[in-house]
């Protein structure tokens, strides 16, 4: 069955960088858009970027680019976000997505990053 | 950027009864392959979302038949006809017709 595993979070200062990884498994993983979502605490969900399988095709939202990167390592089914100039807003818990042929099918559990002095 | 808007943002139910979320689009979310690219989440307490609908009206995989949705254009609805106490949680629309993906704020059901 599909699995998606986040890691990587952690407490970070602001200015700081962090580097999250999503290990998926159960499916072509080379084949899917993956996707990466975030949940201020007690907030909505927020698109913070997505890639395509073959990684040539990326989308980032104005409140993210320039300082966030994501990539995708098709060989180990991982994907990645690397997040630097840390602010105190980006503080939430993430999410990798995988965009099945329905859409946002399947999400992982989450890893929470914190962006405090 | 599309802007997703939700009423209500919270609900309460008792079990049994219907329940029915709008959401509004600022844009048209059909594109020119005559597709509507209009999903519905639900999350429940402490887990990530999970897809109920896809295409506007389309249950996804496991998805019990009490929920349905509906709509066209920008104006689109999901009704829950027997609300039942595993369906308490924040239910969410969202788009994918645009490069940025966007959410509505989410409406909170509860139960009576």
């Known amino acids: 069955q599909v699995q998606l595993v986040e890691s990587g979070g952690g407490l970070v200062k602001p200015g700081g960088s962090l580097r999250l990884s999503c290990a998926a498994s159960?499916?072509?993983?080379?084949?899917?858009?993956m996707s990466w979502i975030r949940q201020a605490p007690g907030r909505g969900l927020e698109l913070v970027s997505y890639i395509s399988g073959t990684g040539y095709t990326v989308y980032y939202p104005d409140s993210v680019k320039g300082r966030f990167t994501i990539s995708r390592d098709n060989a180990k089914n991982s994907l990645y976000l690397q997040m630097s100039n840390l602010r105190v807003e980006d503080t939430a818990v993430y999410f990798c997505?995988?965009?099945?042929?329905?859409?946002?099918?399947?999400w992982g559990q989450g890893t929470l990053v914190t962006v405090s002095s | 950027d599309i802007v997703m808007t939700q009423t209500p943002l919270s609900l309460s139910v008792t079990p049994g009864q219907p329940a029915s979320i709008s959401c509004k689009s600022s844009h048209s979310l059909l594109r020119s392959d005559g597709k509507t690219y209009l999903y519905w989440f639900l999350q429940k307490p402490s887990q990530p979302p999970q897809l109920l609908i896809y295409g506007v009206s389309n249950r996804f995989s496991g998805v019990p038949d009490r929920f349905s949705g509906g709509g066209s254009g920008t104006d689109f609805t999901l009704k829950i006809s027997r609300v039942e106490a595993e369906d308490v949680g924040v239910y969410y629309c969202?788009?994918?017709?645009?490069?940025?993906?966007?959410f509505g704020q989410g409406t909170k059901v509860e139960i009576k």
């Open positions: 159960g499916f072509s993983f080379s084949d899917s858009y």
């Open positions: 969202m788009q994918t017709v645009g490069v940025l993906w966007t």
């Open positions: 997505a995988r965009e099945g042929e329905r859409g946002l099918d399947h």
